[in-house]
């Protein structure tokens, strides 16, 4: 099994502090929300948010929402292989089912944050999503993983293939990408993991990292062509 941990992520509602801001008002206004209900967005909060600390790394929902879109579409989530975790900033933690189809326009995904960091569980039909309260190292310690390599431009060059040596098709592996758009992560993830990676020698996005980590599986354990295997005896 291979676990996904997207790692202080930028995702979070907005802050008491600028709440008050005309911008968020505004915002909240149409969107019928109370201000701090909102989530908070760069594209559209930034003149809110210049006060902030970290204010030029924090409100991408969008970052969360192409990582989610590209590892839930993949054959070894479909084979319910995959497990995947959001671990924000705040220690909030997002639980995601295999199943769920989440929503492809920005506006609705947004839309099931807001109304998963009210609730605690989205959609309301038929929770699909949890929130709770989780630090890296406690979600870490709950999947007790075999091996956990966490990607960073500081790491140790590896190439793909090599991702996976001396572990077994049946370990459970631990991945941790961030879920920001630059700097470091703000967990100890270099204490937390066994091995720090670089796979390129140029920065690359989060949902690329992703794909690449997910085909390295699928293709050191022979994911596609069982599948193919599979399709191929069915009458």
């Not at 089912?97 to 989440?102: E, K, V, Y």
Request: proline share 7%; aromatic share 6%; net charge positive.
């Amino acid at each position: 099994m291979l676990h996904l941990i997207l790692a202080d992520c930028e995702l979070e509602t907005v802050p008491k502090e600028i709440s008050r801001h005309r911008v968020i008002i505004w915002h909240a206004q149409r969107r019928g929300r109370r201000p701090t209900e909102l989530l908070l967005d760069s594209n559209l909060h930034y003149p809110a948010m210049k006060g902030l600390p970290d204010s030029d790394r924090r409100g991408r929902p969008d970052i969360v929402h192409a990582c989610l879109l590209f590892a839930m579409d993949t054959p070894l989530n479909r084979e319910g292989l995959l497990k995947i975790y959001v671990h924000t900033r705040h220690d909030k933690l997002i639980t995601i089912d295999p199943t769920a189809r989440l929503p492809r326009a920005n506006n609705r995904f947004v839309g099931l944050m807001e109304h998963l960091f009210l609730a605690g569980t989205a959609p309301p039909d038929k929770p699909l999503l949890r929130l709770e309260d989780a630090s890296l190292k406690k979600i870490i310690s709950n999947i007790k993983p075999v091996k956990t390599i966490a990607f960073s431009e500081r790491g140790k060059k590896k190439h793909w293939g090599d991702f996976y040596s001396n572990v077994k098709k049946d370990d459970d592996v631990c991945l941790i990408v961030g879920g920001f758009p630059h700097g470091d992560f703000l967990s100890d993830v270099p204490k937390l993991s066994d091995e720090l990676v670089c796979i390129d020698p140029e920065l690359l996005r989060a949902p690329t990292v992703i794909m690449r980590a997910i085909f390295a599986y699928e293709d050191t354990y022979g994911i596609t062509k069982t599948r193919l295997a599979r399709s191929s005896n069915v009458p």
